[in-house]
């Protein structure tokens, strides 16, 4: 999950020293920062103009490891407008690509499109400053999509399955678009089992400009009961940028067959963070550090104790 963190900027002139403090994605409920096994977080920032060109020189484009909270980008500012875009994810090398290509920050696309796409792997944060702008809130850029059956026991026989779309790339993190072009990914399971869980999740670029996903996913399924194939139409999965989507269908007759899928309509914004101490709580029964929240609900508490294991309260 990704909580709200600020990037805090002492913005200058040219060849002023810029301190960058980047707050890192934690997690729900803790502070923690977001890991996948054998893998490392880093975080690229590159300096770009007023055009979104990357600007070339020292310090303009820097990689570092996130192993605390907070990490620090220290730059001398170039002359004239300019932002700094941020990407993070899990590589194995921190100065060679894993899931996402990400030569140009401004164009993020698929790296690998395998079983990666559908890992844990292939989360990421992104966002960007300006010079002159001194808060950011790291997000993720995707829907995750998640899919299952209703009633799992209807393909306890096939024991292979094969999902696969084409998905959007080509994403600009500054205009929250991506390309008119498309990345198959593929995604199998070998050792499928039906009654397991999420048939597959997986990350989607969800970006302002597709409210959709425009591609079919197909589910090919294999087993002693032959071939089926299930076929989600295009248009049919909503696309909303960092928001979990878990999608239910029934079983269907025939072996290629188009299937309904309901999608909850109660999302959970990842990214809203557990209450702290000292907290404003508002009208509407959320809470946050602002005296009013961004629905213009205006807080009727302050949050002074959160019970837990360690700090009960008496009778």
């Known amino acids: 999950a990704c909580s709200q963190e600020e990037v805090i900027s002492e913005v200058g002139q040219k060849g002023k020293i810029v301190n960058l403090t980047v707050g890192v994605p934690g997690g729900v409920t803790t502070r923690a920062i977001p890991s996948v096994e054998g893998s490392k977080l880093r975080c690229i920032m590159q300096v770009v103009n007023a055009s979104n060109e990357a600007i070339e020189g020292e310090g303009m484009r820097q990689v570092k490891e996130v192993t605390a909270e907070k990490i620090t980008f220290t730059f001398a500012a170039p002359s004239g407008d300019y932002k700094c875009l941020f990407w993070a994810d899990f590589v194995t090398d921190m100065n060679t690509d894993n899931v996402y290509k990400t030569t140009d920050l401004t164009n993020i696309t698929y790296n690998k499109t395998d079983n990666s796409v559908f890992s844990a792997a292939a989360d990421a944060f992104c966002g ?5 702008t001194t808060t950011i809130t790291l997000k993720r850029p995707f829907a995750k999509v998640s899919v299952a059956p209703n ?63 425009t591609s079919d996913i197909t589910m090919q399924l294999s087993g002693t009961e032959g071939n089926k194939t299930l076929t989600i139409e ?82």
Do not use: C
């Open 128 to 132: 960007y400053v300006a010079n002159g």
């Open 151 to 213: 009633s799992a026991s209807n393909y306890a026989d096939y024991n292979k399955l094969t999902v696969s779309y084409d998905a959007p790339s080509g994403f600009n993190m500054v205009t929250k678009a991506v390309s008119s072009t498309t990345q198959k990914v593929t995604y199998t399971n070998n050792s499928f089992e039906a009654a397991s869980g999420a048939w597959f999740s997986s990350f989607i670029f969800a970006p302002a400009n597709v409210e959709k996903l």
């Open 234 to 315: 295009a248009g049919k999965v909503p696309l909303t940028e960092n928001f979990e989507i878990d999608g239910k269908f029934d079983a269907a007759e025939g072996n290629n067959v188009n299937v309904d899928v309901s999608f909850d309509s109660n999302f959970d914004k990842p990214e809203v963070k557990a209450p702290a101490v000292g907290d404003f709580f508002y009208a509407d029964g959320t809470w946050g550090t602002t005296a009013t929240n961004a629905s213009g609900s205006a807080a009727i508490g302050v949050i002074f104790h959160i019970e837990d294991a360690e700090t009960t309260l008496d009778d």
